[in-house]
């Protein structure tokens, strides 16, 4: 039985960091960008559109961003939507079945319950958080130079990833993202010595 | 620096015996009933009082469970849980410095962040969850006979605990009980095996 890892978490925590710690730890596939090239060599979705909207880019957001019509055809719209949904289902579906391996965000907590409980994979939900203080000093501390963001603005950056975050989560699932009884463990990446950390951890899974 | 590991639980979730096993594990000293009973040594309560009101017996119930009148004097009675806090934040401040410890419950997470702030303990704050049938399982395979709650009673009886549970801590810290920013780690112990596990959660502490 595959042991899969799933890597949901708050922006700037780490948890991306996490999860590629404990695939190098554990000698298992780790992915996350993979998901979205995937989806594209599946579909015909062009790779911004399907990065964007796999990382809870606001739909209407997107809409405007990209210069279209809001009186574009609605139905359409949601047909997109699904078409996306489904291929996203079958790659993380099928990267789950394929081997042992550490999957970052993008729902596959949700997508991978179904084959957890017909016991073809055993499924680790993991939910990282940390404070803001830490979160924002993190996000401070690694943002390039062209970016250039005050401590306001990287505040309000963060805040607006977490809600789309959040936003895609509960449109796909039903469910509320960050609500503990969807993960199996959450861990406080707050001053976390990652190195230190991540091989101990492993060994739960 | 001690190392001061806190269990805070979803009742029926099993997280005094994690934190029985983590102190075994750990070979470290585990502190749950010794709290009320060092609470009782210091002051003049009665055990039972002691007991109850530290596990989050509703203040008002207890009153009327005693059989007070409810026109009692309202400030001696406040006067009375504030010599319990203090009398409580002394006991477990002494536990966490004597000793590496686990201590189960009582505020225990939030009475110790001064020590870990000051850098006079090392602080893993643990909360313990899992799903309401796993929970309603666990609870009534370890009921009395003298209990004998049907399953609907038992799930009442499951909510109101945590209800108890969650008025107390909020009461005693301003903080939302369960809310992941206030712990370190929180653990799904669903269908956990916990013999399996805890050896292996031992080692991130």
Known sequence: MNKVITISREFGSGGRELG?????????????????????????????????MTNGKNRMMYQISIGQSLNVNVDYQIQQMQRLI???????????????????????????????????????????????????????ARSTEEENYTEKEMLRQIKRVDRERAAYYEDYTFQRWGERHNYDYMINSSNMDMAETAPKLAKIF
């Open 20 to 52: 590629f710690r404990l695939a190098e730890e554990l000698k298992i596939a780790y992915y996350d960008k993979e998901i979205v090239t995937s989806i594209v060599k599946d579909t015909d979705f062009a790779e911004e559109f399907v990065r964007e």
């Open 86 to 140: 489904k291929a996203q289902t079958e790659v993380i579906r099928e990267m789950a079945r394929k081997s042992d391996c550490v999957i970052v965000g993008r729902c596959s907590d949700y997508i991978l319950q179904e084959l957890a409980e017909e016991k073809e994979i055993k499924l680790y939900r993991i939910f990282v958080y940390a404070d803001m203080d830490f979160r924002l000093k993190r996000c401070m």
